[in-house]
């Protein structure tokens, strides 16, 4: 029933058609597009809303991160356990040979002491990183973050865990230039390890190695490993530096075609290390014979007044 003068509220309300409510909230739409993509104006907005949703984020975000921490965790753990198994069984494969290493060094001493040979001195080394390569395209040279403040030389040898990695060229006050062993102008005196064959190793093409003046018929297999022979005076002897990739014994040529390959990360690692200078030191007995002639003619001397 409806009382005179009023109508029943109906069931429904309806607003606006459907198809204008489109329109209207489609053109919004568009506006905005238009107006932020020209205008930047929801720029504030949108750094409002990361700032307020940001705590948000970090919450929904904890779930997955300690999953994937737990996850790291565990197969570090488990990589760590692997490289401990591997390790423990390397040492005692190698046990007997440092313990025979170590009789050697005592009796290589002993014998050296009787041929009253000069001791080797060993070469104090410092760690250095290598902070960029050098601007000429037709040279391999690095640049590392030590010079002369650091008792830093040119001609000192640069070496890696692995082997010759070139030498020092040039020395500025922080800096030093290295040229690498790959170098068009670096040649180093080496011996092939297995059975002493001297040689010079040069530069080839492409950052390879080669070893020259060499007959046809040198002892050099593939796979023969090269280290320094000392004889510049620059290198410690016995520092691997290449390994023998191919033999060419061709009749025609005066030369074997030897080509190696650098066994030291030459262009891979990012630190290296800097040998000092050997500094030989004299014999307390070789000074003694060069007085002798000094007081015997003193003695003549006297005998003569």
């Excluded at 929904?60 to 991160?65: C, E, K, Q, R």
């Excluded at 300690?66 to 996850?71: N, P, R, Y």
């Excluded at 030291?264 to 500094?279: D, F, K, M, T, Y």
Aim: hydrophobic share 45%; glycine share 6%.
């Amino acid at each position: 029933m409806s009382v005179v003068g009023h109508s029943p509220p109906p069931f429904f309300k309806r607003g606006p058609a459907p198809l204008a409510r489109l329109f209207f909230f489609v053109s919004l739409s568009v506006a905005l597009l238009v107006a932020d993509l020209r205008f930047h104006t929801l720029e504030w907005a949108r750094l409002g809303a990361a700032t307020v949703l940001w705590p948000l984020q970090r919450a929904a975000y904890l779930p997955v991160d300690a999953g994937m921490d737990l996850g790291d965790y565990l197969s570090s753990l488990r990589e760590l356990k692997n490289e401990n198994e591997a390790l423990r069984k390397q040492q005692l494969a190698t046990a007997n040979l440092l313990l025979r290493q170590t009789h050697l060094d005592q009796e290589n001493q002993r014998l050296r002491a009787l041929l009253e040979m000069k001791e080797r001195q060993p070469a104090i080394g410092q760690v250095a990183d290598i902070l960029y390569a050098a601007r000429d395209p037709f040279s391999r040279r690095v640049i590392i973050d030590k010079g002369s403040q650091a008792g830093i030389e040119a001609g000192q040898a640069v070496v890696d865990e692995l082997g010759i990695v070139g030498q020092i060229t040039r020395v500025f006050p922080m800096t030093s230039e290295v040229t690498l062993l790959t170098d068009k102008d670096q040649a180093i005196p080496v011996e092939v390890q297995r059975n002493g064959l001297r040689a010079i190793l040069a530069s080839a093409s492409a950052g390879a190695l080669e070893l020259r003046y060499l007959a046809t018929n040198a002892d050099v297999q593939t796979g023969d490993l090269l280290v320094t022979s000392g004889l510049d005076g620059v290198y410690l002897p016995g520092l691997p530096v290449a390994k023998v990739v191919t033999v060419d014994r061709e009749n025609s040529l005066a030369f074997a075609r030897i080509a190696c390959a650098p066994v030291a990360g030459v262009e891979r690692h990012g630190q290296v290390l800097v040998l000092g200078r050997r500094i030989a030191q004299a014999r307390p007995d070789e000074a003694a014979p060069t007085q002798e002639p000094s007081t015997k003619g003193r003695k003549s001397r006297a005998r003569l007044k």
